[in-house]
């Protein structure tokens, strides 16, 4: 059974970092991508970033490009989120998102439980 294990929320002034990670386990063939999403009060769940797991390519979108980072460390499946410059629009519930193959010939995704990051002074 494929489990993620989440930490890292909590509450930061605007301006502050923060560091989420996620770490993937139990029984795969193949990790495709581990990642984060993120979802906002009242709003649909958005894409943040992700780590293709193959050649290691990272992707973020525009909202978070150049704040930012996520890195992955391979032998434990984890990755991490480097959020810098919080600002009170970051604010979101956190979900950590993996695709991996269980079984041949197909991609499955599977989700964290989340953490809470909320920004304010």
């Known amino acids: 059974q494929v489990q993620l294990v989440e930490s890292g929320g909590g509450l930061v002034q605007p301006g502050g970092s923060l560091r989420l990670s996620c770490t993937a386990s139990?029984?795969?063939?193949?990790?495709?991508?581990l990642g984060w999403h993120r979802q906002a009060p009242g709003k649909v769940r958005e894409f943040v970033a992700l780590?293709?797991?193959?050649?290691?390519?990272?992707y973020a979108a525009d909202s978070v490009k150049g704040r930012f980072t996520i890195s992955r460390d391979s032998t434990n499946n984890t990755v991490y989120l480097d959020m810098n410059n919080l600002k009170p629009d970051d604010t979101a519930a956190y979900y950590c998102k993996l695709e991996a193959q269980i079984v041949r010939n197909r991609v499955d995704d599977f989700w964290g439980q989340g953490t809470q990051v909320t920004v304010s002074s």
């Open positions: 780590v293709r797991w193959g050649d290691g390519d990272t």
């Open positions: 139990g029984t795969m063939l193949s990790i495709y991508s």
